[in-house]
């Protein structure tokens, strides 16, 4: 019996695990892919640092969450100018001066804070510590790059980026809350150290590195607008037989007849070529985005709230470790989603997961105890990345394939946009009424998303059940 339980451990092992580590014993993708994680270390540590820090020396919410709304902001604007610049020029020629300016900014800060200086200088200096290379976004660059063509392995290396993306807060959330108590000065230094190091071992891994436009354009004996042209002419190709496909797989979906199927071809063929595009904002996909808003929204409150509730309890040395459980709870989640084939429709999955987030951040309101929430956490932490694995999905049924990137910015975007709103206003709660103001708007927030998830139910639910109309070409 024994021997069976250890064949069938070893067995789920290898299924969970071993294309993973086919992956990383390809030669120099373990450095990159380790030199990224260690070098987002501000993105887990930052935003819990500012809030004890200032919460310390100016015994103050409002601010904290001010400041941690503005960072999030500052970071959704940030990073897409940063990623394009990446694509223009290179990720050593973007992501060197870029460190330069965040160091900078983190110094100037936690400066700033220990000397207690005016506010207004807080604000000022705290959007460049958005200054933060994409490092998720060019990882997963070089994976596409070096696995170009297999996409099997393309998108196992993708789900390899999730884990690390959460193997990074389950270690950076413990870290910053304890060293943030000690000094904010030392959360900082420790940062700009993984910083320094992460990028270290992925800027100098230079085999794997994707040749930027300028690299290109040189190559192929063109100015970087010259090729810029050249490539947006041959996109424009590659969309308009993207957006032929997609009318005529919409088309057939909906029952109508080849007549109508061949002109609704031909309109689209002929729009994609004038540079018409078609809306994207139908009911499913703003229900999607505000739902997002609304999850970063709740989540972001319910870190600030739980801050304060643990500096109540005199136990704000542990508020890290209980966000932990939360990614270590998701790390697991990512793991066992990805590797099963579900056949269970995916807006039941999508509806279930985002239930039990939902509901279970919400319940936080009641609790009596840190380790009670640190429970609640460990419990729904196992649905919280397969809520964004389904709204990933969502996207390929909600989207035309020529905005599929577009889709996913607004989504990614909504909830950045809704973590910033989500912190500020709990922090003006929590300041009027202590942790349990901040653990009602927390509340309020998490069953307003749900609801409103509800709203595009039936779009959701009829596009899930036809085929796949956009496919990603890795």
Known sequence: MSNQVLTGLRDVGRKVFGGYAELLHIPHTARFSIGSVIACMPFPMVGMTITIAVQHYYGNYSLAGALSAVQAIALAIASPVLGKLVDKFGQRQVSIPTIIVWIIGATSLITSIQSHAPEWVLFCITPFMAAIPPWGAMSRQRWTNQLKGDTERTNRALSLCGVF???????????????????????????????????????????????????????????????????????KVLQAKAAVEYARDKARSEGKSEAEISTAMD???????????????????????????????????????????????????????????????????ALFYGAKNWTIPLWKRFYFCLAVVNLGVGSFMFAKHLWVIMIIYLLIGVCQAPTWVNGNQLMLHLVPPTRFTEGMAWMGAMNSIGGSAGSAIAGVFIDRMGSHGGFMVVTTLALASLLIA??????????TEQPVLTQIDA
């Open 454 to 463: 509800f709203i595009g139910f039936k779009q959701i639910k009829d596009s």
């Open 267 to 333: 309109k689209a063929e002929a729009d994609a070529l004038a540079g018409r595009k078609e809306s994207i904002w139908g009911p499913g996909l703003i229900a999607v985005c505000v739902t997002w808003f609304g999850l970063g929204a709740f989540q972001s409150a319910a870190s600030i709230s739980i801050v304060s509730f643990a500096t109540e309890a005199n136990m704000k040395q542990y508020t890290g470790f209980v966000f932990a459980c939360f990614s270590f709870s998701s790390l697991m989640g």
């Open 165 to 235: 993306d959460e193997c990074m807060w389950v270690i950076g959330n413990p870290l910053a809350s304890t060293l943030a108590v000690i000094s904010g000065l030392l959360a900082f230094s420790f940062t700009g150290m993984c910083v320094i190091i992460g990028a270290l071992m992925f800027l100098t891994e230079l085999s794997t590195e994707p040749k930027s436009q300028t690299q290109l354009a040189r190559e192929a004996g063109m100015t970087r607008k010259q090729y810029r042209e050249h490539e947006a002419a041959r996109a």
